[in-house]
């Protein structure tokens, strides 16, 4: 399931996975999130908005990181999300999409509040719809990565397929090296 929260605070790991580059600070990429997630256009070159977004990041990133660990939120970062769920105005508005009617939020302003209460606000919906212990975080100790987990009997350990590959074989050398140490031991 993708979710937006999920894409935000984990845009912190392509840093150590691939690029060198935070892609907040990648126009390009952040042109391509917006526009999945329909946010405003945010222009990196603009130091305040920025700055908002790197500290919601921070923020959320610790918020979803103890809900994993602890499964529970302190009730003072509650009530830090129920103040920036208060950043944006908006009515609702009927519209027909694909056949169907549907409820669309619309902002007073497409701006950064604006685009700070729909991050928020995906948590938020995740946290009080969805089973909470399928929000883990990756297994390897290397990546940061937060994931939802689809399978059947919420077991999936790893972000990706490199992830547990990687976790495979470390596990698989671990285990030969100590057989290898049991040996010698035995041995003397
Ligand atoms: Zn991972």
């Known amino acids: ?11 912190q790991w392509y840093i150590n996975h691939q690029l060198f580059k935070d892609p907040l600070y990648d126009q390009k990429w952040l042109d391509e999130f917006c526009t999945k997630w329909n946010l405003s256009e945010i222009n990196i070159l603009n130091t305040e908005n920025m700055k908002e977004l790197i500290k919601l990041r921070a923020f959320l990133s610790f918020v979803v990181n103890k809900l994993c660990k602890s499964k529970v939120i302190s009730k003072s ?3 830090k999300l129920n103040q920036l769920l208060l950043s944006s105005k908006f009515h609702k508005e009927i519209a027909m999409e694909d056949g169907k009617y549907k409820l669309n939020n619309v902002p007073e302003k497409l701006n950064i509040e604006w685009d700070i209460y729909q991050i928020v606000l995906s948590f938020a919906d995740a946290l009080t719809q969805i089973n909470i212990d399928r929000i883990k975080l990756c297994q390897n100790p290397d990546c940061g990565w937060v994931f939802y987990d689809e399978s059947r009997g919420c077991t999936r350990k790893w972000c990706d397929n490199t992830c547990a ?16 140490y049991t040996n010698k031991k035995e041995k003397k």
Not at 167 to 180: D, I, T, W
């Open 77 to 79: 970062n509650i009530n």
């Open 1 to 11: 399931m993708n979710m937006l929260f999920l894409d935000f605070i984990n845009s």
């Open 165 to 180: 590959s990687l976790m495979k074989v470390r596990k698989f050398r671990e285990s030969k090296k100590q057989h290898k």
